[in-house]
């Protein structure tokens, strides 16, 4: 069976539909649910997306986890969030595979 982060990355890489993600999701046991409303990725945003070697070259939609029991989809270009800046609060970007941690509105790399 697969962990949370796994399921996550599956379905920021496009591997998994939402459905099949929140499928995975329940099996876990978890408690974290997909919401179609919320975190819906589009076909044109999956091809978008892309991670590359250092966290300012990702670009295109991912997962913000912030602790608060949901997950915000987010846009990120060059690496910066641009509708998000968490200030000084812990957050993660689950994105194109990847798992970043998120500075004010920058992606580093996860700690």
Known sequence: MKNLEE?????TRGEK???EANKALKELGC????DPARNLFSAQ???ETRAGET??????????????????KVHVVNGRTVDVD???ETAY???AGRKYRLRGDVLTEAD
């Not at 399921?7 to 379905?11: M, P, S, V």
């Not at 408690?31 to 997909?34: R, V």
């Not at 966290?55 to 915000?72: F, S």
């Open 45 to 47: 945003e999956l091809l």
């Open 7 to 11: 399921i996550l990355h599956d379905y």
């Open 55 to 72: 966290p300012d070259e990702a670009n295109g939609w991912g997962l913000m986890d912030h602790g608060v029991g949901c997950l915000e």
């Open 17 to 19: 539909t939402l459905e």
């Open 31 to 34: 408690g974290l649910t997909l």
């Open 86 to 88: 968490m200030g000084q």
């Open 93 to 95: 970007v689950y994105i």
